[in-house]
């Protein structure tokens, strides 16, 4: 069975981590940000008024007055060989169409050395998709330049994801990405293109799972028996495990992505699993239940609980 190792901030970080226990790979959370309210942007069908009706999202992934919880950080998987960083977040000194998220100034760097992970540590950076808040950290502004901010790590991009970027760039939405954050990387020739079922290493392996993006994937890890998966944004938010039809409006196919989300849902529902959100707020993790009612939720009860 999976171990929450601590639900607790460490010690000189103002800012909550968690960390788990998947046999011999520890999996730790880093905050760049969270936040309540302004996510209408992204799940356009979750009025507060139709999500206090699914009370069991309080007051985890909900507010009192049914403002939807969401947060922006990267999961460090390290295993007895590899040290990967799941997504790497908005990123500072970024020029971005959305206020809140441009020209950060956040001790994200800081955060990760204090729990034990320097950048010079990371060897592996894994995208899951090319979206403005999963790739930010891939860069770092030095001199003018955008340089890999993780100078001795590969970056792994599903080969489909980046064929349909390549192509269809566009700064309209949220500013210049790939320009900052993704094409640095590729002309540094840090760059591996992998299919969408890429094994990692032993422990963790690529799970494809599109319809956010044509090449989105999700991240299985296995070790001594106990399973998690960091799923990436097929599920934004753990309101979509009840309303599985509430669809982001950043998805690529919506369609595509509601299949996505429901096959995964049922493929892992009632499965000793750990299920971590990539944008799950604190606690971040826990197991895929049937409701009596139909549909899904997430209980964190026993994530919570272990090893306290």
């Not at 009025?47 to 309080?58: T, V």
């Not at 999963?134 to 980046?162: C, Q, S």
Request: with cysteine; charged share 20%.
């Amino acid at each position: 069975m999976s171990r929450l190792l601590t639900m607790n901030s460490f010690v000189g970080l103002g800012k909550r981590m968690n960390q788990w226990r998947i046999g011999d790979v520890k999996i730790t959370r880093v905050v760049e940000m969270e936040v309540a309210g302004g996510t209408k942007f992204i799940l356009p069908d979750a009025s507060r008024e139709a999500c206090q009706l699914i009370d069991w999202m309080a007051p985890h992934f909900m507010d009192e007055d049914g403002n939807l919880i969401m947060s922006i950080h990267a999961l460090i998987v390290e295993t007895p060989d590899r040290c990967i960083m799941v997504d790497t977040c908005i990123g500072n000194d970024k020029q971005r169409n959305i206020p809140t998220w441009s020209n950060l100034q956040t001790s994200f760097l800081e955060d990760i050395a204090a729990v034990g992970y320097p950048r010079e540590s990371i060897d592996t950076v894994m995208c899951t998709h090319l979206h403005v808040d999963h790739v930010g950290w891939n860069t770092m502004l030095v001199d003018g330049k955008w340089i890999p901010t993780f100078p001795n790590a590969r970056y792994l991009v599903a080969e489909k994801e980046w064929a349909y970027w390549d192509a269809n760039e566009d700064e309209t939405v949220y500013g210049p990405v790939l320009a900052d954050s993704v094409r640095p990387v590729v002309e540094a020739g840090v760059v591996d293109f992998v299919s969408e079922t890429h094994a990692l290493c032993p422990e963790v392996q690529l799970e494809p799972s599109p319809g956010h993006t044509p090449g989105h994937v999700s991240v299985h890890i296995t070790s001594n028996g106990d399973e998690a998966l960091i799923t990436g944004d097929c599920i934004h938010h753990p309101v979509q495990m009840t309303r599985t039809d509430w669809c982001s409006s950043a998805d690529y196919d919506q369609e595509q992505g509601q299949v996505t989300r429901e096959s995964l849902l049922e493929r892992y529902v009632d499965q000793d699993i750990l299920i971590i959100g990539t944008h799950f707020a604190t606690p971040t993790a826990g197991h895929i239940k049937h409701l009596d009612q139909g549909g899904y939720w997430l209980d964190v009860a026993a994530a919570q609980d272990m090893d306290r």
